[in-house]
């Protein structure tokens, strides 16, 4: 079965400061896909990143970056240099190849706070 | 392309009542789908479609029907609401059924039931 851990349930940070949201991963597939949605306070579900389980490369998007690591089942979220408007729930979901209703698989998110 | 639309906004239901929650997509995505999020569950998957006239249950189907008509349509009803169906409400689109495709979510319904 499929599972997504997000360990950190809420995170706390200052502006400017760094922050890592992590994420671990189950499934018996060998072909599966991994997402980051952020929910902000306005509660809608916006898509950050999509990567297939067959491509290892970290990306980096602006301040944003994700770290993928297969070897130990990790797909993990970086914010730099943290702002308010970072504020939000942040999921980590995990969909198949094409078995379990072809759904995704959603941790339970991480709240994160940056405070001014 | 105005996306996923979802209406209404927010509802409050009395136990017994019946609704329905519109969801409509403009992409011409082939995959639909409803999720419940509910504080300390993250969201789980209620019904979904792959294409116009097929649909298929989820991890709690049970008090939700769905059908889909047409392709930009995908109507979640309740059919005698419970209060344990408080909960905000998300249907979510993608091009296909395959993980491939990143499923679009809409804005949500908030779903009050006394």
């Known amino acids: 079965a499929q599972k997504v851990t997000q360990a950190q349930t809420e995170i706390s940070v200052v502006e400017k400061e760094d922050v890592t949201l992590d994420c671990v991963y189950e499934t018996r597939d060998t072909t599966y896909y991994l997402f980051w949605y952020k929910q902000p306070p306005s509660g809608e579900l916006v898509f950050l990143i999509r990567r297939n389980s067959f491509d290892e490369q970290n990306e980096i998007s602006g301040r944003y970056s994700w770290n993928f690591q297969k070897s130990t089942s990790s797909f993990n979220f970086t914010i730099t240099a943290s702002q308010v408007v970072d504020s939000a729930v942040y999921f980590c979901?995990?969909?198949?190849?094409?078995?379990?209703?072809?759904?995704?698989?959603f941790g339970k998110g991480t709240l994160l706070t940056v405070n001014p | 392309n105005a996306g996923v639309t979802q209406t209404p906004k927010f509802q409050v239901l009395k136990t017994g009542q019946s609704m329905t929650l519109q969801c409509a997509q403009d992409?011409?995505?082939?995959?639909m789908s409803w999720y419940r999020q509910d504080p300390g569950m993250g969201l789980r998957l209620i019904h979904y479609?792959?294409?116009?006239?097929?649909?298929d249950q989820g991890e709690v189907p049970n008090g939700y029907n769905v059908s889909r008509s047409t392709t930009e349509d995908f109507p979640l009803r309740l059919l005698s609401a419970a209060p344990s169906q408080t909960s905000v409400y998300f249907c979510?689109?993608?091009?296909?059924?395959?993980?491939?495709?990143?499923?679009?979510f809409g804005p949500g319904t908030r779903l009050t039931v006394l």
């Open positions: 979510a689109s993608s091009y296909s059924r395959w993980g491939t495709d990143t499923q679009y």
């Open positions: 479609s792959v294409g116009a006239g097929i649909t």
């Open positions: 992409m011409n995505h082939e995959y």
């Open positions: 979901a995990l969909r198949d190849s094409g078995g379990s209703n072809y759904k995704l698989t």
